[in-house]
């Protein structure tokens, strides 16, 4: 479904071109609220909540919109996506009024109610959950509590004082107050930072129900993916709106650049053949007239000028050689800020050189001060750690780049870091990272938060480390340098060992998984697709033990253990009818494409690609449960238990 907006850019995701299309009521489009949206041949009218018109917007000699101009229609979920310092934040202002627009205009059509959070918001200490709630919203409490219930906040957590709940826990009374106010259309800037898994995924399943229209600015693409139905990109002082989501979107980008670099190649091939007439025959007169038209036709061949982005993260991290044997072993590790109150008791876990592991569990059970600890940031309450003989650590810590000095350019900040390398090696470092030589002598208090974070992660990958302790590292990273991250920590041949809670992120690096829960830290033996489907159904599938010949799940009675054998045995038939299902629905898809083969349907190859990611997870999920049932019929026979089930 395709809008057309008076001189705006759309996708046609089928054709796969681009065009300017200016509709023959213009009035229609920029001065009422009717949009015209186009599926294919079908016109149909949706309700306009937002135009940008013509906007232009520029920082000092740098201009960030150019004439940029794009509308939200109500139902839209639109994904924003763009490179650190390219103008997504700075759009979101302007359209709050916090940002002056230099010339177009911003209009909000009658009817829309925009719902924003705030970056930093004051609350007082002692106002509790539900009285922030009624405050924020003017509603009556059983109203909030309405709201609030959607977010797992009920009962004691909403007479609790706001500033005694962890930063997840704050994050969904802030996203419950926002809701409570009734808005048609979000504007979410980056709203996964700092949120765990699970606050993550009941945020992502409240978006996917909200029926208003939704502008969402993340690098999280796994979010971005199955929260969003439409993709705006800001690039080259332009606006693009592709009604499609992220995948969707970078596939077609792929398909386009790949379109027009054969143009090209063709172009190319053509003036050079002409080229060779020319400079063979142009010195006799009875050809020099028939080379002088051929000159003409080069002179009329025009490439074009591929727009992908204009500049790419290229992000290499050397390491030292390698060899097999311990990185860090923590035996009995207590950690915390108070001997009386740790936070997390008798860690024994331990990794091996090269390991890339991620540390996962909820906002405030521990994940940043054990990372801080084992940097040596913070000291051990009890027990201890240690690391390998001559291993290099790095770290880098949540809130690093706001610590960063004050005074100073980035170049004297890199050259403090590393002052062993050379000018090539740190300008080519500070290139990936996409700082040019000019932002190099950008004094540190000017820079953005995504333009610190890269300068801290530049900084890093200038020292040659065996070990990186990396919180958090993709909060206030632009998409692209998250993807560039991720393929770089994936090649690292040292160990890692990180906290993140974006599911691609951690998807694509983590060999391992460390799960912090209850004040316990421990090896989590299923994949991170496990994991994940875990913290979606809360139903926990306990590890096996490590030690097989350990006599598993001890003092428990013989029907604790046929119960829950028999509740296992119910969700393995529950995922093999799914399963079942996905596969009859994807012979049906494939058998469709089979028949027609000369027609092409977005929605079913986009749905093709949904089944077999859905069937690799749940096939992950099978596997687990059925070395679950397979133990507890093991204990079943050891125990002496009957034929309680009548076998």
């Excluded at 016109?43 to 960030?64: A, W």
């Excluded at 796994?222 to 332009?238: P, S, W, Y």
């Excluded at 058998?591 to 997870?617: C, H, P, S, Y």
């Amino acid at each position: 479904m395709i809008m057309i907006d008076d001189g705006a850019c759309f996708v046609n995701q089928k054709k796969s071109w681009m065009h300017e299309i200016v509709p023959k009521n213009k009035e229609s489009v920029t001065g009422g609220s009717i949009a015209y949206f186009l599926d294919y041949g079908t016109i149909h009218e949706m309700s306009i909540l937002l135009q940008l018109q013509e906007i232009t917007k520029s920082f000092g000699p740098r201009r960030l919109f150019s004439a940029a101009t794009v509308s939200i229609a109500e139902g839209e979920r639109i994904g924003f996506v763009g490179a650190n310092g390219s103008g997504k934040t700075t759009l979101l202002r302007m359209i709050l009024g916090k940002e002056q627009v230099e010339e177009g205009r911003v209009v909000i059509h009658p009817g829309t109610r925009l719902g924003y959070l705030e970056q930093q918001e004051v609350i007082p200490p002692e106002e509790t959950v539900l009285q922030y709630l009624q405050r924020v919203s003017g509603k009556e409490a059983w109203e909030c509590a309405k709201v609030a219930g959607g977010f797992a906040l009920k009962n004691e957590r909403l007479d609790a004082p706001f500033a005694t709940l962890s930063g997840g826990y704050q994050m969904r009374v802030r996203l419950a107050g926002m809701l409570a106010r009734e808005p048609n259309l979000l504007l979410l800037d980056e709203p996964t930072n700092y949120l765990d898994l699970q606050t993550i995924l009941l945020l992502e399943e409240v978006l996917r129900h909200f029926r208003g229209a939704i502008l969402l600015v993340s690098h999280d693409r796994e979010f971005l993916k199955n929260v969003c139905t439409h993709t705006l990109e800001v690039a080259h002082e332009k606006l693009t709106l592709f009604a499609g989501d992220i995948e969707a979107y970078l596939a077609y980008k792929e398909e386009r650049l790949e379109e027009e670099r054969r143009y090209n190649k063709k172009v190319e091939a053509q003036r050079k053949h002409l080229q060779e007439f020319v400079d063979r025959f142009r010195a006799k007169a009875s050809l020099a007239t028939l080379a002088q038209s051929k000159m003409k036709q080069i002179a009329r061949l025009k490439t074009i000028d591929i727009a992908h982005s204009i500049r790419t993260v290229r992000i290499q991290i050397p390491v030292a050689p390698q060899r097999k044997a311990t990185a860090i072993a923590c035996k009995e590790l207590t950690i915390g800020y108070d001997a009386e109150h740790p936070i997390v008791r008798d860690i024994s876990v331990e990794a091996q050189r090269g390991d890339h592991i991620a540390v996962l569990g909820e906002n405030g059970q521990g994940k940043s001060t054990f990372l801080k600890t084992i940097a040596g940031e913070l000291p051990a309450l009890a027990g201890s750690f240690k690391w390998g003989h001559g291993l290099r650590v790095a770290y880098y810590a949540q809130h690093v780049p706001q610590m960063l000095p004050k005074q100073g350019s980035a170049d004297a900040y890199l050259r403090y870091i590393a002052p062993q390398a050379d000018n090539e090696t740190l300008w080519r470092t500070a290139g990936n990272f996409l700082f040019s030589k000019d932002d190099l002598e950008k004094p540190i208090s000017v820079l953005s938060g995504g333009e610190r974070a890269r300068l801290c992660l530049a900084g890093i990958c200038l020292g040659r480390y065996d070990v990186l302790l990396l919180d958090e590292p993709t909060n206030h990273l632009d998409f692209d340098t998250v993807e560039a991250l991720a393929e770089a920590l994936e090649e690292y041949a040292g160990t890692v060992i990180f906290v993140s809670h974006s599911r691609t992120f951690v998807s694509q690096i983590a060999t391992g998984i460390w799960d912090l829960k209850q004040g316990k830290l421990h090896r989590y033996p299923w994949p991170y697709e496990v994991y994940v489907y875990e913290a979606k159904t809360q139903e926990t599938l306990p590890a096996l033990l490590e030690d097989k010949d350990a006599e598993p799940f001890v003092g428990r009675t013989k029907a604790v253990v046929y119960q829950e054998l028999q509740q296992e045995k119910r969700q393995l038939k529950r995922i093999e009818k799914e399963v079942d299902d996905l596969q009859a629905e994807r012979r049906a898809i494939l058998a469709w494409f089979a028949e027609n083969a000369m027609l092409q349907d977005v929605g079913k190859a986009k749905r093709l690609k949904e089944i077999e990611e859905t069937l690799t997870r749940q096939e992950l999920v099978w596997v687990s449960l059925q070395e679950k049932i397979d133990a507890l019929e093991e204990e079943r026979r050891n125990t002496g238990d009957g034929d309680l089930d009548g076998n």
